[in-house]
């Protein structure tokens, strides 16, 4: 499969890119399995960010306690580099948004963009692929 076919959600994610000084984003599973990657970052990359982001949200989640409320909800992760940022926000069911940028981008706009970005990936994520929801119809055939 190459990696346009395996990469249906990326135009979308190229919006959020739209924000001056932001650079790459990806859309991971909970395992860190890359699902989309937005233009300008190799596939390899973008597998790689998938998996240490992954394992970056999964230590931000167990430290809620620390914020001084049990059980409460991780809603997103700011990493600060000399050189730039990392955000990284749920995007729904066991899925994941990261965007990167230099250190000059807008910060509340970047957050925006992404929170937009997930309400509209959300519906793209829920939604049953065509093929299988034509499959659902009654009288009404996929071919194989």
């Given at each position: 499969?190459?990696?346009?076919?395996?990469?249906?959600?990326?135009?979308?994610?190229?919006?959020?890119?739209?924000?001056?000084?932001?650079?790459?984003?990806?859309?991971?599973?909970?395992?860190?399995?890359?699902?989309?990657?937005?233009?300008?970052?190799a596939?390899?990359?973008?597998?790689?960010?998938?998996?240490?982001?992954?394992?970056?949200?999964?230590?931000?989640?167990?430290?809620?306690?620390?914020?001084?409320?049990?059980?409460?909800?991780?809603?997103?992760?700011?990493?600060?580099?000399?050189?730039?940022?990392?955000?990284?926000?749920?995007?729904?069911?066991?899925?994941?948004?990261a965007?990167?940028?230099?250190?000059?981008?807008?910060?509340?706009?970047?957050?925006?963009?992404?929170?937009?970005?997930?309400?509209?990936?959300?519906k793209?994520?829920?939604?049953?692929?065509?093929?299988?929801?034509?499959?659902?119809?009654?009288?009404?055939?996929?071919?194989?």
């Amino acid at each position: 499969m190459n990696d346009h076919m395996a990469n249906e959600l990326g135009w979308m994610l190229d919006e959020v890119l739209k924000v001056p000084e932001a650079r790459h984003a990806i859309l991971l599973s909970a395992d860190g399995m890359l699902r989309a990657h937005s233009q300008g970052i190799a596939r390899d990359e973008a597998e790689r960010q998938a998996a240490a982001l992954s394992g970056l949200q999964s230590i931000s989640r167990s430290t809620a306690e620390f914020c001084g409320k049990d059980g409460s909800p991780w809603q997103q992760t700011l990493v600060e580099f000399a050189g730039g940022y990392v955000f990284l926000v749920a995007a729904g069911a066991g899925a994941y948004l990261a965007v990167s940028s230099t250190q000059d981008v807008d910060m509340e706009m970047v957050t925006y963009r992404m929170q937009k970005l997930v309400d509209r990936l959300g519906k793209e994520l829920t939604s049953p692929p065509r093929q299988d929801a034509a499959a659902t119809r009654p009288g009404t055939t996929v071919p194989s």
